[in-house]
């Protein structure tokens, strides 16, 4: 669908995208470089065939153990043309930083806070860069592959629970 | 031999008066008692979709009120029974602390459905095991969500617990505070 959408931009920002794909379910996707996403995203936008005036979702895939190790994926739609398209941005874990979208959708703000609070990736520009779901005082991003899975972090002291049948607390067993 | 036997009486009297003091509170426990399992005013900390069942139970079909809980007061200060329906996590067990800690002497609580029991399946990071851990329970409820059927029996057993308890009509006992928060 969005064929013409990805050759435009090969033409017009050479370098920006490394490899393109017909993905799962005929959807296709660009792996855009770290540097040159508000630019690819700001002329997908602002393209008059592209239009790509909605961002339905933004998340982060950690990909522990290979390099680089995250991974940021616009998911765009143009509701006038009626196609989508994907983008996949690598981020390495050294420098987990990508230039905000907020300025084209304003939708992304939430998506953005969402991802640097479950991958700790930053988005430089953001308007509001707090976490979106956990509490202030929580260390660490929890949908990392290493954070601990029962890495809980109360915030009142809990009571001792005695009855055999609950287990162990949560200090003894994360 | 008046002094001694007047020494003799006075054990005697005391006891009866002890006897009789202990008799009529015990009278009042038990009055007060079957007037508070009467008149469960429940707050609703409704955090998830157990709520629907919750809803279901105090809605007309199997209706709550036939055992006196049905109305929900939304400030705990009103209210004596904490139905927990839901999953708490961490971020909300300062808010549950908060709100049990406001609610005025007698209060019971119910944890309603088995994320407020245990924590449920939601072994993670996030999740609060069960909101025994926070405040203290007195009737769990299991289930995912509940049947009504349940959460009425669960109601009874509540009921039963708190006519065996101990009543004070005055009770000048500093409130058991569950500690910061």
């Not at chain 2, 400030?75 to 904490?82: E, H, I, K, N, V």
């Not at chain 2, 329970?137 to 009921?159: A, S, T």
């Amino acid at each position: 669908m969005a064929q013409a959408a990805l050759q435009k931009l090969r033409e017009r920002l050479p370098g920006a995208v490394t490899d393109a794909y017909e993905g799962v379910g005929g959807d296709d996707v660009a792996l855009v470089r770290k540097e040159s996403v508000e630019e690819v995203c700001r002329f997908l936008k602002e393209d008059p065939d592209l239009a790509f005036d909605m961002a339905p979702y933004i998340t982060a895939v950690d990909y522990m153990g290979s390099d680089p190790r995250f991974e940021v994926v616009y998911q765009l739609y143009s509701t006038k043309k009626n196609h989508r398209l994907r983008l996949r941005v690598p981020v390495p874990e050294s420098d987990p930083v990508v230039r905000t979208v907020t300025a084209l959708w304003k939708g992304a703000d939430w998506y953005e806070r969402y991802c640097w609070d479950m991958y700790g990736i930053r988005f430089e520009g953001h308007p509001d860069p707090r976490r979106l779901y956990m509490y202030e005082e929580f260390v660490g991003h929890p949908l990392r592959k290493d954070y601990p899975l029962r890495g809980r972090q109360p915030l009142v002291p809990e009571r001792q629970v005695d009855e055999p049948w609950r287990g162990p607390g949560p200090a003894a067993r994360d | 031999m008046s002094t001694s036997a007047d020494l003799d009486l006075v054990p005697a009297i005391a006891t009866r008066r002890e006897e009789a003091l202990t008799g009529l509170s015990k009278l009042v426990s038990k009055g007060l008692g079957w007037a508070r399992k009467y008149s469960l005013f429940q707050y609703p900390f409704v955090t998830a979709c157990c709520g629907m069942e919750f809803m279901a139970v105090a809605a007309a079909r199997y209706d709550l009120d036939r055992f006196g809980a049905a109305l929900p007061r939304f400030s705990p200060r009103q209210a004596d029974l904490l139905m927990v329906v839901g999953t708490v996590n961490c971020k909300q067990a300062p808010i549950l602390k908060r709100i049990y800690d406001s609610m005025a002497d007698p209060k019971w609580v119910v944890a309603f459905g088995v994320c407020a029991s245990s924590g449920g399946f939601y072994d993670n990071y996030a999740t609060v095991q069960g909101i025994d851990r926070i405040v203290p329970v007195d009737v769990y409820i299991p289930g995912c969500p509940p049947r009504p059927e349940q959460v009425l029996d669960g109601i009874l057993l509540l009921q039963k617990r708190i006519q065996e308890q101990p009543h004070k009509l005055i009770d000048r006992a500093q409130p058991a505070l569950t500690g910061k928060g």
